[in-house]
Each structure stands twice: as structure tokens, then as C-alpha cells.
């Protein structure tokens, strides 16, 4: 199997990991159930944070800039829906 693909299932794994630790944090029904969950969500978004780095370090996850005139066509249309 190529790194790239490994990375990626890695990269979707930890991702859906995050979510799952997230609506723990949302539904925890005490707070050392609710600190449990945010402190492995925190920990999750890190190693998610450190295996896009990579994966963009090796060119393995583009991303394109958006335009400004996109970007102020967003911001124009939800400042408005207040």
C-alpha cells in the first residue's frame, strides 16, 4: 500500500475520531465525563493538525486559495441573513 493512501485512512480515521469525541464532550451527562472528552478531543485535533501537516508538506493534500471576491460574496451573504 502507498504512504499516501496509509496517511489518508490515518488522516479519516483520527478525523472520525475527533466527531465521536466531540458529541461525547456535547452529550456528557457530568463534568469529569465532559473534561474526559474534551481533553481526548484537544489531543485528537493536535495528531489531526500534525498528519494534514505532513500530508501537505509532501503535497499529498492541495488546497487552493480562495479568491477575495469569493470570500467577500460569502461574508456579503451571512452578514446579511442577521
Known sequence: MQDQVIMD??????????????HGAI??????????FKSAL?????MQSEIY???AQKGWYPTE???QQ????????YSSAQ
Open 9 to 22: 485512512n490515518i488522516l479519516t480515521s483520527v478525523k472520525n475520531a475527533c466527531d465521536i469525541f466531540m
Open 27 to 36: 452529550e456528557s451527562p457530568t463534568p469529569n465525563v465532559n473534561s474526559a
Open 42 to 46: 484537544n489531543d485528537c485535533l493536535n
Open 53 to 55: 501537516a505532513k500530508m
Open 65 to 67: 486559495q480562495a479568491e
Open 70 to 77: 469569493q470570500i467577500n460574496k460569502t461574508k456579503q451573504k
